[in-house]
């Protein structure tokens, strides 16, 4: 699913001027990347997925989409994606999303949050840059955790309890502690799997970052094999180099074809549909893979230049491996994936996977 060319080209340009790999360090280092997000916020990029009735620009679910992808090919070092993410989940519940860094929570199916009269309670694990956001946007549910209803709240991250953890990308992954705190503002619960309905599309978005973190990790790894000589030649002219770069570009375009495939599916049924639910497995666990061997295969065509720090990337793979497990890794979706194609039965499978 590809989005407009002018956001595309216009998003690409403001990412390669400012999200070098300088800024990606500094940023692991605990410096907040203030110009590239001040740029993004100017941009309007950050809240590409909200409707201009609540406060966007009027941007399509594909923009978002591409936006995302492009976060990934750059490693933005910087919660733009989840901003995405939290603009998108709040407007659905018709809440207006603040300006400034936002994120979502819980993202783990071992988390909870509950509405406890006015306020929540509970608490969330392994939200993604919490710590560095000013609000965050919760899903909690009322009564039952099995069949009460669900909510969308709005919550100020100073009012919360935060415990700082970090990620394999070295990007921050805290715990947050909700209870006792009363949101901004909430939306009235609905019989609705509001969970799911996050599962789904922050799995649709971590895939579009893995298909864009791989491009990246394939046209680093194309310049190296280039440029890097041994025994008098470029060592992309040695076979066995060559078939590398070849099964990883395969790894490339399979992540990106499920990715757009997940976003596509979301544009056309909607993010309930059980079609939908098809595509967001299969980008999930596909992209889950194709990160693992891509990863493997960049790394190798470096040798030792790929793990160093202040060679890029790094910044890429370890996101990749970050990302494969948020929203539930690849072996959660496929074991899903596997209970309801042999529910339906063998007969149906065909008209299921043509269908989306």
């Known amino acids: 699913m590809?989005?407009?060319l002018l956001v595309v080209d216009a998003t690409d340009r403001l990412l390669s001027e400012l999200c070098g790999?300088?800024?990606v360090t500094t940023a692991e280092d605990g410096t907040w990347p203030g110009a590239l997000w001040d740029a993004l916020e100017a941009s309007a990029l950050t809240r590409a997925w909200?409707?201009?009735a609540l406060g966007g620009p009027g941007t399509g679910l594909g923009d978002g989409f591409a936006i995302v992808r492009l976060a990934g090919t750059h490693a933005v070092p910087a919660p733009l994606a989840e901003t995405?993410?939290?603009?998108?989940l709040a407007s659905k519940a018709g809440l207006e999303a603040p300006q400034g860094p936002l994120t979502v929570a819980p993202v783990d199916a071992a988390s909870s949050v509950s509405l406890d009269g006015d306020a929540l309670a509970g608490s969330?694990?392994?939200v993604p840059?919490?710590?560095a956001c000013g609000h965050l946007v919760v899903v909690f549910r009322e009564g039952d955790a099995e069949t009460g209803a669900q909510g969308v709240a709005l919550v100020d991250r100073a009012e919360c309890a935060v415990e700082p953890g970090t990620s394999l990308a070295g990007e921050p992954n805290d715990a947050v502690l909700l209870d006792g705190v009363v949101p901004v503002a909430r939306?009235?619960?609905v019989t609705v799997n509001l969970a799911e309905r996050l599962r789904r599309m922050g799995a649709a978005m971590r895939a579009a970052q893995m298909a864009g973190a791989l491009e990246g990790c394939l046209e680093q790894s194309l310049r190296y094999a280039s440029d890097r000589h041994q025994f008098g030649r470029p060592i992309a002219k040695f076979q066995a180099v060559q078939h590398n770069l070849a099964v990883l570009a395969g790894e490339v375009a399979a992540a990106t074809t499920s990715a757009d495939a997940a976003a596509s599916a979301i544009a056309r049924h909607g993010i309930d549909d059980d079609r939908t639910f098809l595509a967001v497995a299969t980008a999930k666990i596909?992209?889950?893979q194709a990160a693992g061997a891509g990863a493997g295969i960049a790394h190798q065509v470096h040798g030792a230049m790929g793990f160093t720090r202040e060679y890029s990337l790094q910044h890429r793979t370890r996101r990749l491996w970050a990302w494969r497990d948020e929203f539930d890794p690849e072996t959660v979706w496929a074991i899903e994936l596997g209970r309801r194609v042999a529910k339906d039965g063998g007969d149906a499978l065909w008209a299921t996977v043509t269908a989306v």
């Open 2 to 4: 590809n989005g407009d």
């Open 21 to 23: 790999p300088a800024v």
């Open 50 to 52: 909200i409707p201009e």
């Open 84 to 88: 995405l993410l939290a603009g998108w």
């Open 124 to 126: 969330a694990a392994r």
């Open 129 to 131: 840059f919490a710590r």
């Open 187 to 189: 939306s009235a619960p």
């Open 286 to 288: 596909r992209c889950g």
